[in-house]
């Protein structure tokens, strides 16, 4: 079984920076696709960023992520990072990993991914 775990959250105020990490058990974590999610109560899970296995040759970010938000990961470590700039107090959210076994389409649909971590929470004060 995969299992995937969340780390780095914490609360930061508008304008800081944090690193996310994920871990991910298993020895095929090259093969996965990694996505970022987040989630606030009474909303449903939106998808903040992605990038691909084998190379990670795309990343993708959601239009409010994009230029302040940067996806990467470590084959060697299993692990994917989410490094998050000029923070908003609009980021605050559970943010969760997910890893897809499929083909690198869709990477923006939760429901494409077949193994998510237990979420990290983030807040931003202004």
């Known amino acids: 079984q995969v299992q995937l775990v969340e780390s780095g959250g914490g609360l930061v105020q508008a304008g800081d920076s944090l690193r996310l990490s994920c871990a991910v058990s298993?020895?095929?974590?090259?093969?996965?696709?990694m996505g970022w999610f987040r989630q606030v109560p009474g909303k449903e899970r939106e998808f903040a960023a992605a990038i691909s296995r084998l190379g990670a040759a795309l990343t993708i970010y959601a239009d409010s992520m994009k230029g302040r938000f940067t996806i990467s990961r470590d084959d060697a470590k299993n692990t994917v990072y989410l490094q998050m700039n000029s923070l908003k107090p609009e980021d605050t959210a559970v943010y969760y990993c997910a890893a897809d076994t499929g083909p690198i389409t869709g990477l923006r649909n939760l429901n494409n991914y077949d193994y998510w971590g237990q979420g990290t929470q983030v807040t931003v004060s202004s």
């Open positions: 298993g020895r095929t974590f090259s093969t996965y696709n």
